[in-house]
Each structure stands twice: as C-alpha cells, then as structure tokens.
C-alpha cells in the first residue's frame, strides 16, 4: 500500500460523528467604506496618496527605475515589464492596479494580470496601487464573494509595506518585499 | 526532557525573565484590543471551530479533493506518512533539478521534520528567509516561538551575531540597521536559489489552492523568483472552501500579533509557465491524533501562537524549556501524543488557567486536555502511593502532585513543604512568586458556615 492509500485508509478507519459545515452569516456594516480604509491602511503603515502627488513623491525620492503597468500613469515611467523577474531586482517603483480594496484592514485583491511578473510587488522597493473607490468592500467575507471561485494561477491580498518585528518586537518597515506601499483611490 | 529543569535554567536570569514575560504581554494585549474592535468576533471563533469540526469529520473526503483540484491545476501532489518520507520526498525534487541550495520561509512542520539537518547532511545548503529564524539558524537554535521564532533573544545577541555572519558594525543593535543588513544578505540569496521551499496556513479543498501569509514578504521573494516551489503542508490544514478563507484570515493575524490582516496573503493555484509548484501533504502522526478523541481538536490548530503569548507559564519559562517544536499550552497537547515518553512533563507546565482556551481562535480547549493528559500519565505511570514519590523523586511529577492532592491536603501540604521542595526544580516556575497567602479556611467551609 503506498503513502497515499495508508493514510486514507487510516483516516476512513477513524469513527467520527458527522458535523455540518455552518453558514456565515452577513457581516457586513454601514459606513464610510473609503475612511475606513484609510485608517486600515495608516494601521498597517502605508499611505493614501493623491494622483497628482506621485510626480511630486518620485523626484522627492529620487527614484530612477520606474515601471507602470496602469495605462494612466505610464508617462511616469521609463521602463518596461522585462522577460525574466531578475532583471527587477533594481526597480525603484512598480505601479500597478488593485481589484478592489477591504474597508476592515486594507487588504487589495491582485492576480497574475495586475502583476505581470509575480515577484514584481515584491522586489520593487517602492509600490504604488491604483484602486477605485467604489470598488471597496467592507470585510473579508464580501471580499471572497467578489473573488467567487474565478481562476487566477496567484492571487494576493496586500495590505501594507513589507515589515517585521523580529529584532525585539521592534516595528522595521522594509523587511524583504517592498519598503513602502501608496494607494491612489480614484 | 524535562520542563522544570529546563524552566530553572531560563529563570536564573532574572531580568531577562522578566523581559521575555513583559514582551510576550505586549503582544496579547495588542490581540485583545484589535478583537475587540470586531463587533463578530466571538461568533467567528465559533464559525473556525464549527469549520474545523466538520473539516476533521471529513478529512479523507476534502483531502481527494484537494488532491484533485491541485493537480488539475498542474500542481505536483505528494504523500509523506512520515517525517522520513517527507525529507525523501523534498530531497528527490532537489536531486531531480541538480539543486544544491534553497530558501526557505517559515515552516513548523519541517522543523518537525527535521528537514533542515538532513539536507545539510545530504549537502544542500538552507537558508532560512524569515527574519527571526534567519536569527535563531546563525546561532545554531530552533525558534523559541512559532511565529515570533527569535523573541527570546536580546537586540545586542543578535547585534552580535549579524557582527559576526554579516560583517555589521560591531555594537549597533539598532533594529533598523540590523534588518536592512538581513535584507540585503537574502535578496542574494533569493536571486540565487532555484528551489524554494514553503509552508502552508490553508489549503481549500474546493479549488486545490494553498495560502502563505507572511509580513515580510520573505516567503514570495523565494518562491517568486526560483524555478521550484515546494510548499509543505500538514493534512489538517486543509479546508473546505474558498470562502472559508474569510473566516481564517480574519481571526489569524489579530490573534497572532494584533494586526487586522498579514501583509501578504498568497494564493497559489497553479504555477506561472515554465515553473513547477510541489505540495507534501504530510501525517507524521496526525492520523493517530485524530484518532484519539479526547485529544481531536488540538489538530484544529492554525498556528497563530495566541495561546503562548498568554500563558503564565511560558512567558516565564520560554520556548526552549518544552523541547518540543511547538512549545506552549497546544504544544504541551500535541507532543504527547507524539512522544509520550519524552513529553511527559509539558501537560504538567500550566496553571490549568484556562487563558489558553480563552483566547484561542479555533476555541481548542486547551486546558481541558492538558488535564486528560495529565490523567493518561498517571495511568500509564501508576498511581499507588510509592510510585508517586518516586515520580516526585525524579522530577517527573512536579505539580500533579499538587493537583492530586484534596483542596485542605494541599493547603497543609503548601504549608508544610520544605523549601527543597518548593523552591527546587519540582516548582520551577513558581519560583519567581511568593508562594500565596493560605486562607484559612476554603471557600466551601466558609460557604457551610456563613449560608444560614
Ligand atoms: S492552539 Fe489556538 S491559540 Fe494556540 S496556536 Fe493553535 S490556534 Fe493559536
């Protein structure tokens, strides 16, 4: 019998009372879904941003290797989505589109075509998302009703900078991924 | 193993004691004040345990399934009875792609497994990615904790270490200084490695996807940039549905650190082209734990470490004196049944407070087992009179002996005891605090007295 089979069988082997699955009931709330998602966002250290700002924030910053994958905000840009993730390995800033955002903790939706590359809100060192406002929910039930079972090879929920508190329960912002996140809510 | 003994060795530094108790409060505090800004909070502990009931009621079903789903979506799918065939299994992958070094992000269930020694034994050379057990690997020890895996360690300990494996300035211990020289270290690393290796938080059954939540991102920079990714997976992590997934995600990180959410939560369902995604669903020993009923739900355990940070008992007697992987209140209900012999004196390291099963998310009833574990030790120990003295002769029956005593035994017996019993390693942790005023008389004689 190999690995498999055994560890069914030994499952099936086991009497076990039949429990049933529960519903989850509406969680939902009423509210500014917007300032709600702003505060989450602070929470989690990352930053609401203007549109206009973003020029204004990359010349601050003095990033050089910028790429956008949002068609409005390309001629921010001045590189272009390489073959292989390695060449990423420099870029300063990524901006890039979100779904939709989670009013309870600022979670934003991403799938492979937001991305292009997967490794891209990562290893960039700054990232921007592009997010419409009214496409905010209130909670992590209703985001998973949004998603339903629609496929995506990676899917990801973002919701701040990259950051540990390993070294003696000290917050570090900048960790691996990405040092900052700004959310642009159109 | 021996918990009182190992609890003594911690407590002999007194301020450092006091820190570790003071750090682990502070992170059960920031748990308590964000679940309480979740108006449904109690209800959604009961929706994970009610999840989780019918999850391990239908284990076999929802495992096929996941299997299924996975492979549709050209994901490699493997089966370890065991932490052996485990290893094997990931070292053949290795072999397969001529691989010789990896990253890995955090993982409980491979340091289970003792994956990392046997690699490196085979010479595959591991980097651990998470920040705290990058920390924990340069000095040779386990994770003290299961998600905060270096807590036990002192900011100039590891100034000191970095000075040492990174070339830092010798004496900065400034957190920021220390991370970004980290940062810097594995994104060689991660440019590097063309096989990463994962753990798991969830797999749903319904869609064959598997979750990884992380704050630093450590996990993705690894699997994200290599060829491979191996994603190591328990069998009782698996759940239903996609939306169940809301449920989990919600409770994990507040009970874990007191954030509404990790920062990044990966799904994974098929890999991007030209890659290739492995999962090892994993026993090693589960199916004997499901098969216990008393001690059942234990397996519903999502592994956010609430239950530690509020235990009066490993605040003040850190990760390392449990020798176990998972130290802890779960832990001192899980490695029992792994290893009864060894573990025998975990279910003994609690108060039985009762704060354990009061904040876990999954509601495990935490305290309830150590107590039948407690009872399985006396049995298969022997209970008469001089086997009992002898246990306490050895150091094995620390504080059972205290709770198999009546209630007026023990109040003579507190204060009878000789200090060599008190204060020797049978009460290891008790140390720290004067032993309690005795009232005089107990709470069912005063009641006898005064009811009229
Ligand atoms: S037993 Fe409960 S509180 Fe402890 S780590 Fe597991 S889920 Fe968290």
Redesign the pocket.
């Known amino acids: 019998m190999n690995s498999r089979e055994h560890i069914l069988s030994k499952i099936k082997a086991i009497p076990r009372d039949e429990k049933p699955l529960p519903k989850i009931p509406d969680f939902s709330f009423e509210g500014d879904l917007a300032e709600k998602f702003t505060q989450s966002i602070q929470f989690n250290k990352g930053e609401i941003v203007g549109a206009g700002d973003l020029a204004g924030i990359i010349a601050q910053n003095k990033f050089k290797k910028i790429l956008s994958l949002v068609s409005s905000f390309e001629a921010l840009a001045n590189t272009e989505l390489p073959a292989d993730s390695h060449q990423l390995k420099d870029l300063d800033l990524a901006i890039i589109e979100g779904q939709f955002g989670v009013a309870e903790n600022a979670a934003i939706w991403l799938t492979d075509e937001n991305m292009g590359l997967r490794a891209l809100p990562f290893i960039t060192e700054h990232l921007v998302i592009v997010l419409k406002k009214n496409s905010l929910v209130t909670n992590m039930h209703e985001a998973y009703k949004k998603i339903s079972l629609a496929h995506s090879g990676f899917g990801l929920f973002i919701a701040g900078p990259s950051k540990t508190a390993d070294i003696e329960q000290s917050l570090v912002i900048g960790a691996h991924g990405a040092k900052s996140l700004r959310v642009v809510l159109m | 193993m021996n918990h009182p003994q190992e609890a003594t060795e911690f407590l002999k530094d007194a301020a450092n004691a006091k820190w570790h108790d003071d750090t682990l409060w502070f992170v059960r505090d920031k748990r308590d004040k964000v679940s309480k800004s979740v108006p449904e909070w109690e209800k959604l502990r009961n929706l994970a345990s009610d999840i989780k009931d019918n999850v391990l009621a239908n284990l076999e079903t929802y495992l096929v399934e996941f299997e299924k789903n996975a492979k549709a979506n050209n994901i490699h799918v493997h089966w370890a009875k065991d932490a052996a065939e485990h290893n094997q299994i990931v070292l053949g992958i290795l072999n397969e792609h001529r691989c010789k070094a990896i990253v890995k992000s955090k993982s409980i269930l491979t340091e289970e497994c003792h994956l990392n020694p046997f690699l490196e034994k085979n010479g595959v050379e591991v980097v651990d990615t998470d920040l705290g057990e990058r920390i924990v690997q340069f000095l040779n020890q386990p994770p003290s904790h299961?998600v905060l895996p270096a807590i036990h360690l002192k900011k100039m300990a590891i100034s000191d270490i970095f000075h040492e494996k990174l070339q830092t300035e010798k004496g900065n211990d400034d957190p920021y200084y220390l991370t970004q020289a980290a940062r810097k270290h594995l994104r060689e690393k991660f440019l590097a490695a063309k096989v990463a290796i994962t753990g798991v938080n969830f797999g749903v059954a319904e869609t064959g996807e598997f979750v990884v939540c992380t704050n630093e991102g450590n996990a993705d920079m690894g699997v994200h940039l290599a060829d491979v990714h191996i994603a190591c997976m328990g069998i009782e992590k698996i759940i239903p549905k996609r939306e169940h997934l809301g449920v989990f995600l919600r409770l994990l990180a507040r009970?874990?650190t007191g954030q509404s959410i990790t920062n990044y939560n990966s799904h994974f369902r098929s890999p991007s082209p030209g890659k290739e995604i492995h999962i090892v669903l994993v026993d090693n020993g589960r199916t004997e734990q499901l098969a216990r009923e008393k001690f059942r739900n234990?397996l519903?355990?999502?592994?956010?470490?609430?239950?530690?940070n509020t235990c009066p008992i490993y605040r003040r007697s850190g990760g390392f004196s449990y020798g176990s992987t998972v130290p802890?209140?779960?832990g001192s209900i899980l490695s029992p049944g792994i290893d009864l012999q060894k573990h025998s004196s975990l279910p003994f390291a609690s108060t039985l407070c009762g704060s354990?099963s009061d904040?876990?998310?999954?509601k495990?009833n935490?305290h309830e087992q150590l107590y039948e574990w407690r009872q399985e030790i006396t049995k298969a120990q022997g209970t008469n009179a001089k086997s009992i003295s002898m246990s306490i002769a050895n150091g094995i029956f620390a504080v059972p002996f205290a709770y198999k005593l009546s209630a007026s035994m023990m109040r003579g017996a507190l204060k009878i005891l000789p200090e060599s019993i008190t204060y020797s390693g049978l009460n290891t942790w008790g140390k720290q605090r004067d032993l309690p005023e005795l009232p005089k008389e107990t709470f069912k004689d005063w009641y006898k007295k005064n009811r009229k």
């Open positions: 299961i009970s874990a234990s519903k355990c999502i592994r956010c470490g609430a239950c530690m802890g209140p779960i354990c904040v876990c998310p999954v495990i935490i």
